[in-house]
């Protein structure tokens, strides 16, 4: 797979996933450091729209802020996690496969649906849950809570968080084209 340029304004969903499909998260602590780094690390390079930790993948939908920074500043934050985890974990070498994965979108509809699919990615892989899964922004939009996502740019793209909300219960099959994590 050609990996996209990153651009300024543009949205992006970035993805990867543990090399040989092994786990990069083995427990809740993991994944709230690799949150934290990455919404502090990045929070002047990109605004998040959308993400969700998987035991053995991620996604983000991303909207680029700072192209000159952003590869740079989410490589860090990966490669810092992987060697914090290969020492927790007492292993070495890759943690994840290759480089991060990241494709352009190209509209409007293409954007909502990714938020949906990335939101019910514990439903699709675990059959969780995903309005109560705790590694997953959705909850982020239907509470009042503070947060560091663009959620009230999500709210307008759904019109409200009504329409947020029975958006996400609508079953129906997103098609997105060069993507796969298998």
Request: proline fraction near 1%.
């Amino acid at each position: 797979m050609k990996l996209e340029k990153l651009q300024n304004e543009h949205f992006y969903h970035i993805y990867n996933r543990g090399i040989n499909g092994c786990n990069i998260f083995k427990s809740d602590k993991n994944k709230q450091y690799f949150l934290n780094k990455i919404k502090t690390q990045l929070e002047n390079v990109l605004e998040i729209y959308a993400y969700c930790l998987m035991d053995n993948h991620f996604h983000f939908l991303v909207k680029i802020l700072n192209e000159n920074e952003v590869i740079q500043k989410l490589s860090n934050v990966l490669n810092a996690y992987a060697k914090g985890f290969n020492k927790q974990e007492n292993r070495t070498g890759s943690l994840f496969e290759k480089h991060f994965k990241r494709i352009q979108l190209q509209n409007e509809t293409y954007l909502r649906n990714l938020i949906i699919y990335i939101h019910k990615n514990p439903y699709h892989h675990l059959d969780l849950d995903f309005e109560k899964y705790r590694f997953s922004s959705y909850q982020a939009f239907i509470t009042n809570k503070e947060t560091k996502l663009a959620r009230n740019k999500v709210l307008e793209l759904f019109f409200n968080q009504s329409n947020f909300i029975s958006s996400h219960q609508i079953e129906f099959e997103i098609l997105i084209e060069n993507y796969t994590l298998e």
